[in-house]
């Protein structure tokens, strides 16, 4: 460990992918069980995802989450009834520069516009896979629009050839610099979204906005995304699947999501 476990955690903050659901996006008993622990013990929870927040629509009841939504790894806060607290766009001309230079290095291209998730071909890498874990379907269109650059939240770029999907994400990183903020949330997904719509900025909103300090917020994650919501909380986990890099940013480790790791970190490092 890198720090030492605080002697409060008062709110657990986990990323869902990778993290609370397992490689078949099933929540499993023992982790709504370890949820509901931590509610017991007083210990309060939290998600935050490149997910839009209707895609985590059904954690909520299962998981009885009262507190503010993350979707869009912070673009979007939602309550638990969806209803909007807070909304953070890209610039529509940041937006549309975005989208011509991940189209030039080679990846495919998905714009979430307001509630829309907008395609060009829904045959391509992912969509498939996506519309399973949102549990809504995308909007095809022949192009992207002004004005679906003007409500753009979050733009995504995709492929299977994950050193290329590595490299648009460094190339993105420098184009856009501090208007944007570009991180990997799966090896085959680059997000871009707002400059303060990434998961360090949902730290310091749920810090903010339920009165914890950030020193008794624990964070679990598996990407490198998350890495941003390790370093302001006060205690960080990566799952076992996670890379090498990302178990080296944390504070512990847990097992992988197919072997209970989220609901073994909560026994293990929250509860104790």
Not at 36 to 47: D, L, S
Request: glycine content about 8%; hydrophobic content about 40%; proline content about 6%.
């Amino acid at each position: 460990m890198a720090r030492p476990r605080p002697d409060k955690i008062a709110l657990l903050l986990a990323d869902v992918d990778g993290t609370l659901v397992t490689r078949d996006k099933v929540l499993t008993e023992r982790a709504k069980g370890a949820v509901r622990n931590m509610a017991a013990a007083g210990v309060k929870f939290a998600i935050t995802s490149g997910r839009p927040p209707k895609g985590m629509a059904m954690l909520i009841g299962p998981l009885a989450i009262s507190t503010p939504i993350a979707g869009f790894n912070g673009g979007l806060f939602v309550n638990a009834d969806m209803s909007i607290i807070e909304s953070r766009t890209l610039d529509p001309a940041v937006a549309k520069q975005t989208f011509e230079a991940i189209e030039q290095q080679g990846l495919d291209v998905w714009v979430y516009s307001g509630d829309d998730w907008l395609i060009r071909d829904p045959k391509a890498p992912h969509v498939d896979r996506e519309q399973h874990t949102v549990q809504f379907a995308p909007k095809v269109v022949d192009r992207f629009t002004d004005e679906a650059f003007a409500k753009a939240v979050k733009i995504v770029g995709i492929s299977d050839d994950l050193p290329k999907v590595e490299a648009c994400e460094k190339h993105i990183q420098d184009l856009l610099g501090d208007t944007a903020s570009a991180a990997r949330s799966q090896p085959y997904y680059l997000d871009v979204t707002n400059p303060q719509a990434n998961k360090g900025s949902v730290v310091s909103y749920l810090s903010r906005t339920l009165g914890i300090p950030a020193g008794q917020i624990a964070t679990i994650g598996d990407m490198p995304n998350d890495v941003l919501m390790f370093k302001p909380s006060g205690f960080s986990i990566a799952m076992g699947n996670a890379s090498d890099a990302v178990k080296h940013d944390a504070d512990a480790v847990t097992d992988s999501y197919d072997d209970e790791g989220f609901a073994k970190a909560v026994e293990r490092f929250i509860l104790g």
